[in-house]
């Protein structure tokens, strides 16, 4: 089991902001549980235990680290598998988990568990860089972890959600606002538990598949704002947009761009448009900066301000 001090956040793409229609909440009796299980090294809880935990970012590390018993080349075939490099004009097929583990044992084999944190694998190459000019090759995984996260830093990004009018915004900061499947898993004791695919992340909210473990997030206030109000019109009687103001890791935060190496290539070269009224009042290269995931979801202390938002922006993509 991965270090508590370690915290190996496991962050969490494109019908972006997912609209989410109720929030529930978990008891005092059911929290304990859920306690009691993460904290046995060889649990395997389910998807309910971790839609319960009170970081279930954490949560899904823990629970990979369990269930493949230091088996990390398991965990790369399922979870990175589908990748691509475009060498010399030719598409090839590549894991790049795989790739990270081959790095990693050259350097200090007890860090192969950071595989199960896309956003370390994500930046790879810088984080080898970081490691060596640095000269942490003997640190522990943990550590190694913390000084990398901290180098990076947080950001700010938005994300704008569609609730019925009679939620209080501020009840959404007492307990993490997770991804709308996590958020499904509540009602559940027991569901089998598939490891994801970063790459079907990625692409699932093209799909607006209500099975992804992620959540959309985006730099861009005005973006977030114009994606919800797409949704709002279906039923603008009962319900609000919600906009969350957030302070996110950026290890945390995954992209499929043209800077990250989970790019999908579906949006090369193609922006979205925010428009007010008749007035294009913005213009976006579809790129991390419009779009990033998180997986599972976002902790209380990482909402900086929660509030209701009347706004005329929508948008189109071309």
Known sequence: MINTIFSLRFPFS??????????????????????????????????????????????????????????????????????????????????????????????????????????????????????????????????????YAKHLGRVVVYRAIVLDKQIRP????????????????????????????????????????????SMSVTYIREVALAVANSFLARDPKTKRVILFELSIPKIDLISADSKSIFDTVQYKGKKIYIVNGSNVEGEFLLDRKVESIIFGGILPEEILSVKVVKSNYAFFVD
């Open 14 to 147: 494109f019908l972006w902001i997912l609209c989410l229609h109720t929030i529930s909440y978990s008891s005092v009796s059911a929290q304990t549980r859920c306690t009691a299980l993460m904290s046995a090294n060889t649990s395997l809880f389910s998807l309910h235990d971790i839609a319960l935990s009170s970081d279930p970012r954490k949560a899904l590390s823990d629970y990979f680290e369990a269930k493949f018993q230091g088996n990390y080349d398991a965990f790369v075939e399922q979870f990175y598998e589908g990748g691509y490099a475009e060498v010399e004009g030719r598409v090839l097929s590549v894991n790049y988990g795989s790739e990270f583990l081959n790095k990693v044992r050259a350097i200090n084999p007890s860090w192969e568990k950071l595989v199960v944190n896309p956003g370390v694998v994500q930046n790879q190459t810088r984080f080898f860089k970081f490691v060596i000019k640095n000269k942490l090759q003997s640190l522990s995984a943990e550590k190694v972890y913390q000084i």
């Open 170 to 213: 501020e009840s959404l900061q007492e307990e993490p606002l997770l991804s709308l499947f996590l958020k499904k898993q509540k009602q559940f004791d027991d569901y089998e538990f598939r490891t994801p695919n970063i790459y079907k992340e990625l692409t699932s909210h093209l799909r607006n598949s209500s099975a992804t473990f």
